[in-house]
Protein backbone atom coordinates (compact mmCIF):
# COMPACT_ATOMS: atom_id res chain seq x y z
CA UNK A 1 0.00 0.00 0.00
CA UNK A 2 1.33 3.58 -1.45
CA UNK A 3 1.61 6.01 1.94
CA UNK A 4 1.51 8.90 -0.46
CA UNK A 5 -1.45 9.73 -2.51
CA UNK A 6 -0.97 13.12 -4.29
CA UNK A 7 1.47 13.82 -6.86
CA UNK A 8 2.41 17.05 -8.63
CA UNK A 9 -0.60 17.23 -9.93
CA UNK A 10 -3.89 15.44 -7.90
CA UNK A 11 -3.88 11.95 -7.50
CA UNK A 12 -3.45 10.04 -10.50
CA UNK A 13 -3.51 6.22 -10.98
CA UNK A 14 -5.07 2.63 -12.68
CA UNK A 15 -8.77 2.56 -12.77
CA UNK A 16 -9.93 0.15 -9.86
CA UNK A 17 -6.54 -0.71 -8.61
CA UNK A 18 -5.40 1.16 -5.06
CA UNK A 19 -5.26 4.00 -4.43
CA UNK A 20 -8.13 4.45 -6.79
CA UNK A 21 -10.73 2.76 -6.10
CA UNK A 22 -14.12 3.14 -5.01
CA UNK A 23 -13.72 1.90 -1.76
CA UNK A 24 -10.85 5.35 -1.14
CA UNK A 25 -12.19 7.41 -3.27
CA UNK A 26 -15.39 7.35 -0.93
CA UNK A 27 -13.11 7.77 1.63
CA UNK A 28 -11.51 10.70 -0.36
CA UNK A 29 -15.44 12.35 -0.85
CA UNK A 30 -15.62 12.37 2.93
CA UNK A 31 -12.14 13.99 2.77
CA UNK A 32 -12.80 16.61 0.54
CA UNK A 33 -16.38 17.32 2.33
CA UNK A 34 -14.53 17.89 5.81
CA UNK A 35 -12.04 20.29 4.03
CA UNK A 36 -15.24 21.97 2.94
CA UNK A 37 -17.21 22.72 5.98
CA UNK A 38 -13.62 23.56 7.54
CA UNK A 39 -13.50 26.39 5.44
CA UNK A 40 -17.09 27.66 5.08
CA UNK A 41 -19.92 29.30 7.10
CA UNK A 42 -22.59 27.36 5.11
CA UNK A 43 -24.72 24.72 6.83
CA UNK A 44 -24.70 22.77 3.81
CA UNK A 45 -21.64 23.69 1.48
CA UNK A 46 -21.53 22.87 -1.96
CA UNK A 47 -18.78 20.96 -3.40
CA UNK A 48 -19.01 21.01 -8.03
CA UNK A 49 -17.80 17.75 -9.43
CA UNK A 50 -17.04 17.26 -13.31
CA UNK A 51 -15.47 14.68 -15.30
CA UNK A 52 -13.29 14.35 -18.99
CA UNK A 53 -14.94 11.13 -20.89
CA UNK A 54 -13.39 8.11 -19.24
CA UNK A 55 -15.39 5.09 -18.44
CA UNK A 56 -14.53 5.17 -14.80
CA UNK A 57 -15.69 8.78 -14.28
CA UNK A 58 -18.88 7.33 -13.73
CA UNK A 59 -18.29 4.48 -10.50
CA UNK A 60 -15.38 7.52 -9.49
CA UNK A 61 -18.13 10.44 -9.57
CA UNK A 62 -20.76 8.29 -7.73
CA UNK A 63 -18.14 7.11 -4.93
CA UNK A 64 -17.89 10.53 -4.65
CA UNK A 65 -21.18 11.94 -4.37
CA UNK A 66 -21.65 9.14 -1.89
CA UNK A 67 -18.95 10.53 0.57
CA UNK A 68 -19.76 13.72 0.13
CA UNK A 69 -23.41 13.80 0.76
CA UNK A 70 -22.89 11.65 3.94
CA UNK A 71 -20.63 14.21 5.39
CA UNK A 72 -23.43 16.75 4.95
CA UNK A 73 -22.24 18.60 1.76
CA UNK A 74 -24.47 19.13 -1.30
CA UNK A 75 -22.93 17.98 -4.80
CA UNK A 76 -23.39 19.94 -7.89
CA UNK A 77 -22.53 17.93 -10.94
CA UNK A 78 -22.02 18.96 -13.98
CA UNK A 79 -20.62 16.17 -16.39
CA UNK A 80 -17.87 15.83 -18.74
CA UNK A 81 -16.00 19.56 -18.29
CA UNK A 82 -13.32 20.82 -19.14
CA UNK A 83 -10.54 21.17 -15.92
CA UNK A 84 -10.71 24.70 -16.42
CA UNK A 85 -14.21 24.84 -16.62
CA UNK A 86 -14.51 23.34 -12.91
CA UNK A 87 -12.13 25.78 -11.75
CA UNK A 88 -14.20 28.58 -13.01
CA UNK A 89 -17.52 27.10 -11.71
CA UNK A 90 -16.34 26.57 -8.67
CA UNK A 91 -16.11 30.60 -8.49
CA UNK A 92 -19.35 31.41 -9.89
CA UNK A 93 -21.27 28.80 -8.33
CA UNK A 94 -20.33 30.16 -5.09
CA UNK A 95 -18.68 26.79 -4.12
CA UNK A 96 -16.93 25.44 -1.19
CA UNK A 97 -14.47 23.31 -3.32
CA UNK A 98 -14.59 22.08 -6.87
CA UNK A 99 -13.63 18.36 -7.97
CA UNK A 100 -12.41 16.99 -11.52
CA UNK A 101 -12.06 13.42 -12.16
CA UNK A 102 -9.40 13.35 -14.99
CA UNK A 103 -5.55 11.82 -15.86
CA UNK A 104 -5.16 14.52 -18.27
CA UNK A 105 -3.40 13.23 -20.92
CA UNK A 106 -3.17 9.75 -19.55
CA UNK A 107 -4.74 6.72 -21.62
CA UNK A 108 -8.50 5.90 -20.72
CA UNK A 109 -7.46 3.25 -18.72
CA UNK A 110 -5.85 5.72 -15.89
CA UNK A 111 -7.85 8.35 -14.22
CA UNK A 112 -7.28 10.97 -11.30
CA UNK A 113 -8.45 13.61 -8.70
CA UNK A 114 -8.01 17.33 -8.68
CA UNK A 115 -9.31 19.67 -6.29
CA UNK A 116 -9.61 23.35 -6.61
CA UNK A 117 -10.44 25.06 -3.51
CA UNK A 118 -13.05 28.38 -3.35
CA UNK A 119 -10.71 30.61 -5.64
CA UNK A 120 -10.42 27.84 -7.98
CA UNK A 121 -6.89 27.51 -7.30
CA UNK A 122 -5.81 24.00 -6.63
CA UNK A 123 -5.54 22.98 -3.38
CA UNK A 124 -2.01 23.69 -1.16
CA UNK A 125 0.13 20.76 -0.53
CA UNK A 126 -0.76 21.15 3.27
CA UNK A 127 -4.67 21.14 2.00
CA UNK A 128 -3.88 18.06 0.05
CA UNK A 129 -2.02 16.28 3.28
CA UNK A 130 -4.83 17.24 5.59
CA UNK A 131 -7.20 15.67 3.16
CA UNK A 132 -4.84 12.47 2.53
CA UNK A 133 -4.25 12.03 6.42
CA UNK A 134 -8.22 11.37 6.89
CA UNK A 135 -8.67 9.70 3.60
CA UNK A 136 -6.31 6.95 4.82
CA UNK A 137 -7.11 6.82 8.25
CA UNK A 138 -10.97 8.01 8.06
CA UNK A 139 -12.15 8.43 11.22
CA UNK A 140 -15.74 9.78 10.03
CA UNK A 141 -18.65 10.07 12.39
CA UNK A 142 -21.63 9.43 10.56
CA UNK A 143 -23.91 10.20 13.48
CA UNK A 144 -23.53 13.99 12.74
CA UNK A 145 -25.35 13.56 9.77
CA UNK A 146 -28.39 11.37 9.97
CA UNK A 147 -32.17 12.77 8.03
CA UNK A 148 -32.42 16.05 6.50
CA UNK A 149 -28.70 16.90 7.70
CA UNK A 150 -27.20 14.42 4.29
CA UNK A 151 -26.14 16.46 1.91
CA UNK A 152 -28.12 16.12 -1.59
CA UNK A 153 -26.68 16.11 -5.40
CA UNK A 154 -28.07 17.86 -8.06
CA UNK A 155 -27.30 18.08 -11.65
CA UNK A 156 -26.66 21.79 -13.06
CA UNK A 157 -27.91 21.59 -16.78
CA UNK A 158 -26.33 24.88 -17.64
CA UNK A 159 -22.68 24.73 -16.66
CA UNK A 160 -21.74 23.91 -20.47
CA UNK A 161 -23.29 27.10 -21.66
CA UNK A 162 -21.83 28.92 -18.45
CA UNK A 163 -18.44 27.68 -19.62
CA UNK A 164 -18.94 29.05 -23.16
CA UNK A 165 -20.17 32.37 -22.56
CA UNK A 166 -16.92 32.70 -19.75
CA UNK A 167 -13.83 31.16 -22.10
CA UNK A 168 -15.82 34.28 -24.96
CA UNK A 169 -15.81 36.77 -22.76
CA UNK A 170 -11.85 36.32 -22.62
CA UNK A 171 -11.28 38.15 -25.85
CA UNK A 172 -14.51 40.58 -25.34
CA UNK A 173 -16.47 37.99 -27.60
CA UNK A 174 -14.40 39.66 -30.38
CA UNK A 175 -15.18 38.43 -33.88
CA UNK A 176 -12.74 35.73 -35.37
CA UNK A 177 -14.75 36.48 -38.80
CA UNK A 178 -12.39 35.12 -41.56
CA UNK A 179 -10.46 32.64 -39.90
CA UNK A 180 -10.18 28.62 -40.69
CA UNK A 181 -9.54 26.48 -37.64
CA UNK A 182 -8.99 23.01 -37.26
CA UNK A 183 -9.88 22.23 -33.62
CA UNK A 184 -9.05 18.31 -32.13
CA UNK A 185 -11.05 17.42 -29.13
CA UNK A 186 -8.72 14.64 -28.05
CA UNK A 187 -12.40 12.58 -27.58
CA UNK A 188 -12.21 14.37 -24.07
CA UNK A 189 -13.79 16.96 -22.24
CA UNK A 190 -13.98 19.48 -24.30
CA UNK A 191 -15.79 17.19 -27.38
CA UNK A 192 -19.17 19.11 -27.29
CA UNK A 193 -17.46 22.53 -26.27
CA UNK A 194 -14.66 23.80 -28.10
CA UNK A 195 -15.83 24.14 -31.37
CA UNK A 196 -19.17 25.88 -30.29
CA UNK A 197 -16.64 28.27 -28.91
CA UNK A 198 -14.54 29.04 -31.98
CA UNK A 199 -17.93 28.97 -34.60
CA UNK A 200 -20.21 30.89 -32.18
CA UNK A 201 -17.24 33.65 -32.74
CA UNK A 202 -17.25 33.31 -36.73
CA UNK A 203 -14.85 30.93 -36.97
CA UNK A 204 -15.12 28.27 -40.33
CA UNK A 205 -13.96 25.14 -37.70
CA UNK A 206 -13.03 21.60 -38.31
CA UNK A 207 -13.59 19.67 -35.28
CA UNK A 208 -11.84 16.60 -35.13
CA UNK A 209 -12.04 13.53 -32.39
CA UNK A 210 -15.08 14.59 -30.95
CA UNK A 211 -16.88 10.78 -30.32
CA UNK A 212 -15.29 9.76 -27.31
CA UNK A 213 -16.86 6.22 -26.31
CA UNK A 214 -15.34 6.01 -23.19
CA UNK A 215 -11.79 4.14 -24.08
CA UNK A 216 -10.61 6.59 -26.74
CA UNK A 217 -9.61 9.86 -24.86
CA UNK A 218 -5.94 10.41 -25.68
CA UNK A 219 -6.16 7.42 -28.39
CA UNK A 220 -3.66 8.56 -31.29
CA UNK A 221 -5.38 12.15 -30.91
CA UNK A 222 -5.08 15.36 -29.01
CA UNK A 223 -2.39 17.27 -28.04
CA UNK A 224 0.45 14.45 -27.27
CA UNK A 225 -0.51 12.96 -31.25
CA UNK A 226 -1.05 16.17 -33.65
CA UNK A 227 -0.07 14.34 -36.55
CA UNK A 228 -3.89 13.86 -37.38
CA UNK A 229 -3.93 17.94 -36.82
CA UNK A 230 -1.25 18.70 -39.17
CA UNK A 231 -2.88 16.28 -41.62
CA UNK A 232 -6.30 18.19 -41.79
CA UNK A 233 -4.39 22.15 -41.43
CA UNK A 234 -2.84 21.52 -44.73
CA UNK A 235 -5.93 19.39 -46.05
CA UNK A 236 -8.16 22.44 -45.30
CA UNK A 237 -5.76 25.35 -45.53
CA UNK A 238 -6.52 26.35 -42.30
CA UNK A 239 -4.77 29.54 -40.92
CA UNK A 240 -4.61 27.57 -37.38
CA UNK A 241 -4.91 24.07 -35.63
CA UNK A 242 -5.81 23.36 -31.64
CA UNK A 243 -4.95 20.21 -30.35
CA UNK A 244 -6.48 20.08 -26.49
CA UNK A 245 -5.68 17.40 -24.16
CA UNK A 246 -8.06 14.72 -22.13
CA UNK A 247 -9.90 17.44 -20.07
CA UNK A 248 -8.28 20.27 -21.90
CA UNK A 249 -6.60 22.14 -19.66
CA UNK A 250 -3.49 21.97 -22.55
CA UNK A 251 -2.94 22.90 -25.97
CA UNK A 252 -0.73 22.05 -28.81
CA UNK A 253 -0.37 24.31 -31.65
CA UNK A 254 -0.65 23.94 -35.37
CA UNK A 255 0.88 26.41 -37.59
CA UNK A 256 -0.14 27.34 -41.21
CA UNK A 257 2.55 25.31 -42.61
CA UNK A 258 1.47 22.50 -40.46
CA UNK A 259 4.62 23.07 -38.15
CA UNK A 260 3.69 21.68 -34.10
CA UNK A 261 4.38 24.43 -31.89
CA UNK A 262 4.80 23.86 -28.26
CA UNK A 263 4.88 25.77 -25.05
CA UNK A 264 7.68 27.58 -25.80
CA UNK A 265 6.54 28.99 -29.05
CA UNK A 266 3.26 30.00 -27.34
CA UNK A 267 4.97 31.82 -24.48
CA UNK A 268 7.21 33.52 -26.95
CA UNK A 269 3.93 34.81 -29.18
CA UNK A 270 1.72 35.81 -25.80
CA UNK A 271 4.30 37.48 -24.16
CA UNK A 272 5.30 39.79 -26.73
CA UNK A 273 1.47 40.60 -27.57
CA UNK A 274 1.02 41.23 -24.37
CA UNK A 275 3.65 43.55 -23.83
CA UNK A 276 2.79 45.63 -26.76
CA UNK A 277 -0.67 45.88 -25.33
CA UNK A 278 0.83 46.63 -21.99
CA UNK A 279 -0.73 43.88 -20.19
CA UNK A 280 1.95 41.31 -19.42
CA UNK A 281 2.43 42.68 -15.61
CA UNK A 282 5.96 43.80 -14.76
CA UNK A 283 7.06 43.05 -18.41
CA UNK A 284 7.47 39.39 -16.66
CA UNK A 285 6.99 35.56 -18.43
CA UNK A 286 6.88 32.98 -15.87
CA UNK A 287 8.11 29.35 -16.88
CA UNK A 288 9.44 26.49 -15.50
CA UNK A 289 12.72 25.08 -15.56
CA UNK A 290 12.12 23.16 -18.49
CA UNK A 291 11.10 25.79 -20.68
CA UNK A 292 14.09 26.31 -24.12
CA UNK A 293 17.34 28.65 -22.70
CA UNK A 294 16.73 30.40 -25.84
CA UNK A 295 13.30 31.75 -24.83
CA UNK A 296 14.46 33.66 -21.88
CA UNK A 297 17.35 35.26 -24.48
CA UNK A 298 14.71 36.44 -26.67
CA UNK A 299 12.28 37.72 -25.06
CA UNK A 300 15.19 39.91 -23.50
CA UNK A 301 15.38 41.34 -26.79
CA UNK A 302 11.72 42.40 -26.12
CA UNK A 303 12.59 43.98 -22.81
CA UNK A 304 10.26 40.74 -21.20
CA UNK A 305 11.94 39.55 -18.42
CA UNK A 306 11.92 35.25 -17.30
CA UNK A 307 10.94 33.76 -14.13
CA UNK A 308 11.39 30.41 -13.60
CA UNK A 309 9.46 28.01 -10.93
CA UNK A 310 9.27 24.16 -10.77
CA UNK A 311 7.75 21.80 -12.99
CA UNK A 312 4.12 22.10 -12.46
CA UNK A 313 1.56 24.69 -13.57
CA UNK A 314 0.54 25.49 -9.72
CA UNK A 315 3.83 26.40 -8.99
CA UNK A 316 3.03 28.90 -12.17
CA UNK A 317 0.23 29.51 -10.81
CA UNK A 318 1.86 30.46 -7.31
CA UNK A 319 4.39 32.72 -8.58
CA UNK A 320 1.86 34.46 -10.60
CA UNK A 321 -0.37 34.95 -7.55
CA UNK A 322 2.55 35.82 -4.78
CA UNK A 323 4.25 38.49 -7.59
CA UNK A 324 1.13 39.62 -9.28
CA UNK A 325 2.41 38.90 -12.55
CA UNK A 326 -0.22 38.10 -15.36
CA UNK A 327 0.76 35.38 -17.14
CA UNK A 328 2.83 32.12 -17.08
CA UNK A 329 3.23 29.05 -19.34
CA UNK A 330 4.42 25.25 -19.03
CA UNK A 331 6.37 23.92 -22.24
CA UNK A 332 3.56 21.50 -22.07
CA UNK A 333 1.31 23.23 -23.33
CA UNK A 334 -0.31 24.75 -19.57
CA UNK A 335 -0.91 28.09 -20.21
CA UNK A 336 -2.65 30.48 -17.72
CA UNK A 337 -3.94 34.18 -18.18
CA UNK A 338 -4.20 35.60 -14.67
CA UNK A 339 -6.68 38.31 -15.96
CA UNK A 340 -8.82 35.38 -16.92
CA UNK A 341 -8.56 31.96 -14.84
CA UNK A 342 -6.88 30.64 -12.17
CA UNK A 343 -5.13 27.62 -13.85
CA UNK A 344 -4.13 26.23 -17.68
CA UNK A 345 -7.37 26.19 -20.07
CA UNK A 346 -6.54 25.22 -23.59
CA UNK A 347 -9.74 26.92 -25.20
CA UNK A 348 -8.79 30.56 -23.34
CA UNK A 349 -5.15 29.87 -24.68
CA UNK A 350 -6.68 28.81 -28.03
CA UNK A 351 -9.03 31.70 -28.13
CA UNK A 352 -6.00 34.54 -27.18
CA UNK A 353 -3.89 33.59 -30.43
CA UNK A 354 -6.80 33.41 -32.75
CA UNK A 355 -7.77 36.86 -31.35
CA UNK A 356 -3.80 37.77 -31.98
CA UNK A 357 -3.64 36.91 -35.88
CA UNK A 358 -6.87 38.63 -36.49
CA UNK A 359 -5.86 41.61 -34.30
CA UNK A 360 -1.65 41.78 -36.02
CA UNK A 361 -3.35 40.73 -39.26
CA UNK A 362 -0.60 37.79 -39.18
CA UNK A 363 -0.20 34.23 -39.98
CA UNK A 364 1.05 32.24 -36.85
CA UNK A 365 4.42 31.33 -38.52
CA UNK A 366 4.98 35.51 -38.55
CA UNK A 367 4.72 35.59 -35.08
CA UNK A 368 8.03 33.65 -34.24
CA UNK A 369 9.99 34.97 -36.46
CA UNK A 370 12.41 36.74 -33.99
CA UNK A 371 12.12 33.19 -31.96
CA UNK A 372 15.81 31.25 -31.69
CA UNK A 373 15.92 28.78 -29.77
CA UNK A 374 19.11 26.91 -28.51
CA UNK A 375 20.92 23.72 -28.21
CA UNK A 376 19.61 21.12 -25.76
CA UNK A 377 21.29 18.19 -24.51
CA UNK A 378 18.97 15.75 -22.32
CA UNK A 379 20.51 12.61 -20.71
CA UNK A 380 19.15 10.32 -18.29
CA UNK A 381 20.76 8.27 -15.75
CA UNK A 382 19.72 5.35 -13.10
CA UNK A 383 20.38 5.36 -9.96
CA UNK A 384 20.16 3.52 -6.76
CA UNK A 385 19.09 6.34 -4.48
CA UNK A 386 18.09 10.31 -4.90
CA UNK A 387 21.51 11.49 -2.49
CA UNK A 388 20.88 15.38 -2.75
CA UNK A 389 23.09 16.57 -5.01
CA UNK A 390 24.75 19.05 -2.30
CA UNK A 391 26.63 15.42 -1.13
CA UNK A 392 28.08 14.91 -4.35
CA UNK A 393 31.14 16.85 -4.28
CA UNK A 394 32.46 15.59 -7.61
CA UNK A 395 28.73 15.86 -10.00
CA UNK A 396 28.08 19.46 -7.78
CA UNK A 397 31.99 21.01 -8.77
CA UNK A 398 31.11 20.42 -12.31
CA UNK A 399 27.64 21.80 -12.64
CA UNK A 400 28.92 24.75 -10.64
CA UNK A 401 32.16 24.93 -13.26
CA UNK A 402 29.85 24.70 -16.20
CA UNK A 403 27.26 26.97 -15.11
CA UNK A 404 29.76 29.33 -15.11
CA UNK A 405 31.19 28.66 -18.44
CA UNK A 406 27.84 28.55 -19.99
CA UNK A 407 26.66 32.14 -17.69
CA UNK A 408 23.68 34.39 -19.52
CA UNK A 409 24.34 31.65 -23.07
CA UNK A 410 22.78 28.60 -21.52
CA UNK A 411 22.25 26.55 -18.31
CA UNK A 412 22.59 23.32 -16.68
CA UNK A 413 20.14 21.77 -14.59
CA UNK A 414 20.40 18.66 -12.91
CA UNK A 415 17.46 16.95 -11.23
CA UNK A 416 15.91 13.54 -10.04
CA UNK A 417 12.76 12.58 -11.07
CA UNK A 418 9.74 12.35 -8.97
CA UNK A 419 8.90 8.85 -10.23
CA UNK A 420 11.36 6.43 -11.57
CA UNK A 421 15.33 6.56 -10.27
CA UNK A 422 16.65 8.84 -12.51
CA UNK A 423 18.62 11.90 -12.65
CA UNK A 424 17.82 13.55 -15.17
CA UNK A 425 20.91 16.10 -16.86
CA UNK A 426 19.90 19.13 -19.01
CA UNK A 427 22.70 21.02 -21.05
CA UNK A 428 21.73 24.25 -22.96
CA UNK A 429 24.12 26.29 -25.13
CA UNK A 430 24.57 27.68 -28.96
CA UNK A 431 27.65 25.29 -29.18
CA UNK A 432 26.39 21.94 -29.32
CA UNK A 433 29.76 20.12 -29.06
CA UNK A 434 30.50 21.73 -26.20
CA UNK A 435 27.44 21.32 -24.11
CA UNK A 436 27.02 17.72 -25.40
CA UNK A 437 30.52 17.48 -23.31
CA UNK A 438 29.54 19.04 -20.48
CA UNK A 439 26.29 16.43 -20.25
CA UNK A 440 28.52 13.26 -20.74
CA UNK A 441 31.35 14.41 -18.09
CA UNK A 442 28.52 15.33 -15.67
CA UNK A 443 26.74 12.03 -16.30
CA UNK A 444 29.81 10.26 -16.20
CA UNK A 445 31.03 11.64 -13.03
CA UNK A 446 26.78 11.48 -11.21
CA UNK A 447 27.68 7.51 -12.28
CA UNK A 448 30.50 7.10 -10.29
CA UNK A 449 28.87 8.44 -7.13
CA UNK A 450 26.16 7.29 -7.11
CA UNK A 451 26.48 3.48 -8.04
CA UNK A 452 23.30 1.93 -9.68
Known amino acids: MIEKLFGTDGIRGTANIYPLTPELILNIGKAVAVYARSISNLQKPKIVIGKDTRLSGYMFETALTSGIVSQGCDVLLVGPMPTPAIAHLTKSLNCSAGIVLSASHNPAKDNGIKIFDSHGCKISE???????????????????????????????????????????????????????????????????????????????????NKKPNGMNINKNCGALFPQELQVKVKETKADLGIALDGDADRIVVCDDYGKILDGDDLAFIFSNYLNKIQTLAQNTAVVTEMSNFGLDLSLKKHGIKVVRVPVGDKFVMRAMQENKYSFGCEQSGHIIFSDYSTTGDGIISGLQLAHILVSEKKKVSELLNDF????????????????????????????????????????????????????RILVEGKNKKQIQEFANQIAKTLKSEVSV
Do not use: H, M, W
Request: net charge positive; charged share 25%.
Open 372 to 423: ERIPQVLLNVKVAQRIPLTQLKKTSQLIQEFSEALKNQGRVLVRYSGTEYLA
Open 126 to 208: IEEQKIESLALNPVFDSKLFVGKKLGKAFRIDDAKGRYIEFVKSSIQNASLSGLKIVVDCANGAAYNIAGSVFSELGAEVKVI
